[in-house]
Structure formats: C-alpha cells, structure tokens
C-alpha cells in the first residue's frame, strides 16, 4: 500500500466484504459509478484514504479500459490477489448487468408500441446530448489552443462522418497528439 | 463464430478504451451496424438509452449489444472481452506506477489524448442522436439535453427523462 494511505483506513477484512462493498457501488450508481465509488469506498467503509481514492483512480483514468472495471481489479488485486480482482469485478457488476439485461428484454417485449419506442428514442437522444456536454466540459480546458481544437474537429469528422475504423484514427491520433504535446502547441 | 467476432472485436476495443467507454461508443456503433448490420441504427440508439437509464457503468452498454448479437452468451463475452484484457494490463501497470509519478512523459500523454477523448465523445453524441438521415427532433432533443447540461448540476437522469417525455410528445 502506498505511504500516501491514511492509518485510519482498514482495508476490506475478507472477500465477503469486498464483495458487498462492491456490490453496493454497482447497485447504487444511478448516472455514474465514481461518486458513488468514492462514497463506499472512502466515505462509509474507509477502505482508502482521499488521496489514495484520486491516485488509484487517476491511474484507471489513464490506462485503457473500463476505468472503474479497472479500478475494482486493481484494488481487488491490491488486497486479495487474484480471488481479490474477480470477487471485486463481479461484484461491481453482477447486479447493474442483471437489471440493464431486465430492462432490455422489457423494452424488446413493448418496443413494437409506437409510444415506447417514441419515448425510448427520446431518452436516446437526450443521452446523446449528455455525450455533447460531457465533451464540452472536458474540452474547455482547450478553449483557445487552436492545435489542440483541430485535432478535435479532424477526429469527429474522421469518426462521425467519414466513420473511419478506431483501429486507424487512435494511433494516427495519438501520434500527431504526442508531436503536438512534445513541441508544446497542446 | 459469431462470439468469436464478438469476443475479438470488444478484447481489441478494450485496449483502444480510453477516457471511459463513452469515446468507443462510435467504433462499436461502426462495427456492430455499419460494418455487420447486427441491428439497426435506430435500434442501437435504443438500446444505448436502456444502457444509459440503467444504474452501473457504462460498459455495460457492450453486454446489451452482445445480447442482441448473440443471446446471453454474447452478452456475457461481450462485458468480460471488453473488460478483462485492460484489466490483465491494469494489474501489471499498477505496480509500476509509483515509478512513473513524475514522470514529463506521463503528463505529454495526458494532453495528448485530450483532444482525443474529446472528439470521440463528440463524435458518439452526434452519431447516436443521427441514426438515420438528419432528424431536427433527435437534434432538439439532443442540444437541449447537452445544454442543461452544460448550464446546470441538474442529476441527468432527470435530464433523460425529459428527453423520453419530449421523444412521447415529438416522434
């Protein structure tokens, strides 16, 4: 455990408790799973520290991936090894993939109804909108770096309308990203 | 063999994931419709709504699509490809972090991908309120939904909510 963890911290005592802790994240995380990991974890049962919570999550943030399927593996690991990682993992999941499974075989059985599938489509579209201003928010900090903004623009374009596969954008991305961050222009 | 696919497609996706699943949504939009015509784009819209009104996290959205692909099983293979290869990577890093704490290189990264994350997620929001030609509603719904957004710390359950009612009375 890093010297940054805090002496008041105890860390989940068996498997059992590291799977309920994890099952009470995923049962709860209405509009994201990070607040609601941040209070089980660091709030209620001070499994980490602040500090410990930020790094282990920053960690998850800049590895691909799932970041909070990450995260349960790394801390599942972090204590119990590998039992640790897949209790952690399932836990996280098991319950939110029961009910989205549910709720999609709801929707299947109702879908031919105009006014569900008006309402469904509805709710696709506002979460659409929520993808916009998530990226708004995480682009303001570019606000002004016309390199950076160019990229921005070439990948939408690349991805939403020329629908270029990832496979190609992501290391032609990355790479023009890295030059630009190299030479200081991002 | 359609498993396989599924199982090559989303342990590929897991190591192209970052910023969170949002900025993949586009790639499996492209694969699973464009590229396969597994399912409609409408479709995928809708069942990327079932995946957002749910509790739990976003990657779950790739469990559903393997379910309308391939039953349970693709669900199932679908959730743990996605998860396990990064996961696999994870494990290993974490131990190698501490190291890398200050490290130029890792802060040149994060700026890189910046730019990255940004556009695909943008490109996610477009591509799924655009299912098929151009439809002024989805985008009203969609604008309206990303500036409340923007604007306000209103719980954005809410905010889909008010799509769906919008979507009732609109389409």
């Known amino acids: 455990m890093p010297p940054a963890a805090s002496n008041e911290c105890t860390p989940p005592r068996n498997l059992s408790e590291l799977f309920l802790g994890f099952l009470s994240i995923g049962a709860r995380s209405f509009g994201g799973v990070l607040p609601w990991a941040h209070r089980a974890m660091v709030e209620e049962r001070r499994w980490l520290s602040q500090a ?77 909108g929520l ?3 998530t990226a708004v ?39 023009i990203g890295l030059l630009l961050a190299r030479k200081g222009l991002l | ?55 739990g996290p976003n990657v779950l959205i790739s469990s559903l699509l393997g379910w309308r692909v391939a039953g349970f099983a693709g669900s199932l293979v679908a959730l743990v490809a996605i998860c396990a290869p990064a996961g696999v990577l994870a494990w290993w890093v974490s131990e190698l972090w501490e190291r890398f704490r200050d490290s130029p290189w890792r802060s040149a990264v994060q700026r890189a991908l910046t730019p990255l994350v940004v556009g695909l997620i943008a490109a996610g929001g477009y591509i799924i309120a655009t299912p098929g030609s151009p439809d002024w509603r989805l985008w009203l719904i969609a604008a309206g939904s990303a500036a409340t957004m923007v604007v306000s710390k209103v719980n954005p359950l809410w905010i889909m909510a008010a799509g769906g009612v919008a979507g009732g009375f609109l389409l």
């Open chain 1, 131 to 133: 993808f916009l201003a």
């Open chain 1, 137 to 175: 928010k995480l682009g303001r900090p570019l606000a002004g770096n016309w390199a950076a903004l160019l990229l921005v623009v070439a990948i939408f374009v690349a991805v939403a309308i020329a629908r270029a596969s990832l496979l190609f954008v992501m290391p032609v991305a990355v790479a």
């Open chain 2, 1 to 55: 063999m359609i498993l396989l696919k599924l199982a090559l497609f989303f342990g590929v996706l897991s190591f192209l994931t970052f910023g969170g699943v949002s900025s993949v949504v586009p790639e499996m939009q492209r694969y699973i419709v464009e590229e396969n015509g597994w399912t409609t784009a409408a479709d995928f819209m809708q069942l990327f709504a079932v995946a957002q009104s749910a509790p």
């Open chain 1, 52 to 128: 410990d919570f930020t790094e282990t999550i920053g960690l998850c943030q800049v590895l691909p991936g799932p970041n909070i399927g990450n995260a349960s593996i790394v801390l599942g690991k972090r204590w119990f090894g590998l039992r640790g990682a897949i209790v952690a993992f399932l836990g996280l999941m098991g319950l939110p993939y029961c009910w989205v499974l549910a709720l999609a075989l709801l929707y299947t059985k109702w879908a031919s109804v105009p006014l569900v599938s008006a309402v469904v489509t509805g709710v696709g579209a506002a979460g659409a």
